[in-house]
């Protein structure tokens, strides 16, 4: 391991080190169906050739109702904290964390916006170039449940591709026939999200370090495939568990022959 390398581990705290691969939350509720960091993914971190991964800094998205549990949530996660007591986010806030995965080091800014209608336009200009946007629920509270699709749509519609999730909080107020039928429903949204659902309690912990392991694995995978994707001598496209090689020049052809300035719509 090279002495850069050592340092940078040495600055990551040891409960940020993810050594397995993080699974799903439910095997039904994912479109995320990998197992473990692709060969590829794992090759290049073993040879130290991860590009500028290690030097860049995602970011991560939360959005959704008005007191549904974001901060709380970033809070458990960050801080290993709880507070009973509700302060409304004003605009938005965001904290920094640094993991360690396959050895290499990886930073993710967590934005926690505000849900309150009056702060929207402040939160949606944060909403840009996020690689995981996480839009939080309530599941005491089934109405927050029917607007995920519409934060879905708002926020991951401003980013290219980002990694999705649906999280359920306050698990700790439900009962377990409650669980089961709201569960159900936002497993749905979800599914026809194309997002991964998980449901968490901020009051107790519960899931709350597996559900932010899983979207920093993904994330890490997905920006270290992008790194593969541009320094190798084409582009590459993963289908399933293979990195396929696009072919530039017929896809180029293809669309010239079609539609001279590339536009995307029929005219
Ligand atoms: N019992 C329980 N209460 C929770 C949980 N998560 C959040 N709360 C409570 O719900 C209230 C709102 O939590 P916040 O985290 O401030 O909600 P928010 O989504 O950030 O709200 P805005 O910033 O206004 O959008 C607070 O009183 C929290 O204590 C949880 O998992 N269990
Ligand atoms: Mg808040």
Redesign the pocket.
């Known amino acids: 391991m090279s002495a850069a390398r050592t340092m940078m581990s040495q600055n990551v705290a040891k409960d940020r080190i993810v050594t397995k691969f993080p699974q799903a939350f439910h095997p039904d509720a994912t479109p995320y169906q990998k197992m473990n960091f692709h060969p590829k993914v794992k090759a290049a971190c073993t040879d130290n050739k991860t590009g500028r991964v290690g030097l860049k800094i995602c970011k991560a998205v939360l959005v959704?109702d008005?007191?549904?549990?974001?901060?709380?949530?970033v809070n458990r996660f960050c801080h290993d904290v709880?507070?009973?007591?509700?302060?409304?986010?004003i605009g938005v806030d965001f904290e920094v964390e640094k993991f360690s995965l396959l050895n290499v080091p990886f930073t993710l800014q967590i934005w926690?916006t505000?849900?309150?209608e009056r702060f929207k336009c402040i939160a949606a200009s944060y909403y840009r170039g996020a690689n995981v946007t996480i839009v939080?629920f309530d599941m005491s509270d089934e109405s927050s449940l029917a607007n995920v699709a519409r934060w879905m749509d708002d926020a991951a519609g401003n980013s290219s591709d980002p990694i999705k999730f649906v999280v359920g909080?306050?698990?700790?107020?439900v009962s377990p026939a409650a669980f089961e039928s709201i569960e159900q429903n936002a497993v749905e949204i979800a599914n026809s999200l194309g997002a991964e659902f998980w449901a968490v309690?901020?009051?107790t912990g519960e899931n709350v370090k597996e559900f932010f392991f899983r979207a920093v694995a993904l994330t890490f995978e997905a920006a270290i495939l992008r790194e593969i994707d541009t320094s190798s001598d084409g582009p590459t496209k993963q289908i399933g568990n293979d990195l396929i090689k696009v072919d530039n020049e017929n896809v180029f052809e293809r669309r010239s022959k079609k539609n001279p300035l590339g536009k995307c719509c029929d005219m």
């Open positions: 959704g008005v007191s549904v549990g974001k901060t709380s949530l709880f507070d009973r007591d509700y302060k409304a986010t926690d505000a849900g309150q939080v909080t306050k698990k700790d107020l309690s901020s009051k």
